[in-house]
T-cell receptor, first 112, second 110 residues
């Protein structure tokens, strides 16, 4: 049981480049979320999904797209990277609303 | 949205000491978690505790939902307890949305 797996762990992008952060879970969880963490701050919700084919925006969705074609995978796409998107990105999942979240190990992204 | 305040913002402990971390929230919630972020950045789920009391080894937590606060107790602290402790809350009716507090940074000195 691998839990929540995020790839890559580190990434450097140039301004304007696009990329996809991968997130996969093997626990058959319906609920998945993407958060970003900026220095000295708590986590802020970017996008979330309550099941395959269903996604919605969180607190800071601008500049990011998501899709949920399978229960296992929830990729986060940066359309045109900006320095303001330099952050640590965490993916999380949970079985349902009566359980807590399990977080992945994070992706540290730097946009130059 | 829900406001979450954690106190104290910083805590320095001598190894073996006990401590209490507090999380206050501005609205009724039915989803509350405590996390530990270790020095390597990994987020560890400590407790899912929307109400009541739970214990796990040297850690325990109590949530009084009607009074809108939760407490995390660390007993006999160890250097491995260092890191940032986050409280996160939400409403089931709001689905997946967890709101995080600003965290309490804990340093345990040997």
């Amino acid at each position: 049981n691998a839990g929540v797996t995020q790839t890559p762990k580190f990434q450097v992008l140039k301004t304007g480049q696009s990329m996809t952060l991968q997130c996969a879970q093997d626990m058959n969880h319906e609920y998945m979320s993407w958060y970003r963490q900026d220095p000295g701050m708590g986590l802020r919700l970017i996008h979330y999904s309550v099941g395959a084919g269903i996604t919605d925006q969180g607190e800071v969705p601008n500049g990011y797209n998501v899709s949920r074609s399978t229960t296992e995978d929830f990729p986060l796409r940066l359309l045109s990277a900006a320095p303001s998107q330099t952050s640590v990105y965490f993916c999380a999942s949970r079985a349902d609303l009566d359980y807590g979240y399990t977080f992945g190990s994070g992706t540290r992204l730097t946009v130059v | 949205g829900i406001q979450v305040e954690q106190s104290p913002p910083d805590l320095i402990l001598q190894e073996g000491a006990n401590s209490t971390l507090r999380c206050n929230f501005s609205d009724s919630v039915n989803n509350l978690q405590w996390f530990h972020q270790n020095p390597w950045g990994q987020l560890i789920n400590l407790f899912y505790i929307p109400s009541g009391t739970k214990q796990n080894g040297r850690l325990s937590a109590t949530t009084v939902a009607t009074e809108r606060y939760s407490l995390l107790y660390i007993s006999s602290s160890q250097t491995t307890d260092s890191g940032v402790y986050f409280c996160a809350v939400g409403l089931k009716a709001a689905g997946n949305k967890l709101t995080f507090g600003g965290g309490t940074r804990v340093l345990v000195k040997p």
